[in-house]
T-cell receptor
């Protein structure tokens, strides 16, 4: 199994630009999570989906952030417009409903200058 | 809602020495507990978990953790660490009922093993 796939692995962009992060969960998993990791705030849950439906987006910092899951094998996290304080490592994780172990992708390191 | 406290942000230890990484949690419902490990520039990997049954759980690489309900703790221990154990360790909790598969993570403990 390829595991959770995230792209790009690194993204450098200028303030004000739109950024799209992508995630492909493990095949057969029906629960997907987006996290953000920074030195200051640690690991934060942004949003999660069950069966492609957003269940809890209370961690999404503000309206500049949006996430979609159009099908069971793909999800995006979009930031528009991006700001320097959005610089972080963004992780995607997946699991099967009823299974408590989440499988993490390698992360996308975002730098906004 | 649940919360997790990892009081130690960094723990330096010499190789072959024992180590304990502390984790305390708060929850109004019964919980599942987890330890994840993150090696540099990688995602998190599950190290071990407590769901039910024996309160002492072990990993394949010599770590163990004990669920203590009265003290609301789930400390991680290893009797003899190796250089390769250098990583960041995260304690996490989820509610047995409600919340789906949502995990709440602690702030992490950086374990640095020195020669």
């Amino acid at each position: 199994d390829a595991g959770v796939i995230q792209s790009p692995r690194h993204e450098v962009t200028e303030m004000g630009q739109e950024v799209t992060l992508r995630c492909k969960p493990i095949s057969g998993h029906n629960s997907l999570f987006w996290y953000r990791q920074t030195m200051m705030r640690g690991l934060e849950l942004l949003i999660y989906f069950n069966n492609n439906v957003p269940i809890d987006d209370s961690g999404m910092p503000e309206d500049r952030f949006s996430a979609k899951m159009p099908n069971a094998s793909f999800s995006t996290l979009k930031i528009q417009p991006s700001e320097p304080r959005d610089s972080a490592v963004y992780f995607c994780a997946s699991t099967q409903l009823g299974n408590n172990e989440q499988y993490f992708g390698p992360g996308t390191r975002l730098t906004v200058t | 809602a649940q919360s997790v406290t990892q009081l130690d942000s960094q723990v330096p230890v010499f190789e072959e020495a024992p180590v304990e990484l502390r984790c305390n949690y708060s929850s109004s419902v019964s919980v599942y507990l987890f330890w994840y490990v993150q090696y540099p520039n990688q995602g998190l990997q599950l190290l071990l978990k407590y769901l039910s049954g024996s309160t002492l759980v072990e990993s394949i690489n010599g770590f163990e953790a004990e669920f203590n309900k009265s003290q609301t703790s789930f400390h991680l221990r290893k009797p003899s660490v190796h250089i390769s154990d250098t990583a960041e360790y995260f304690c996490a909790v989820s509610g047995v009922t409600g919340g789906g598969n949502k995990l709440t993570f602690g702030t992490g403990t950086q374990l640095k093993v020195e020669l």
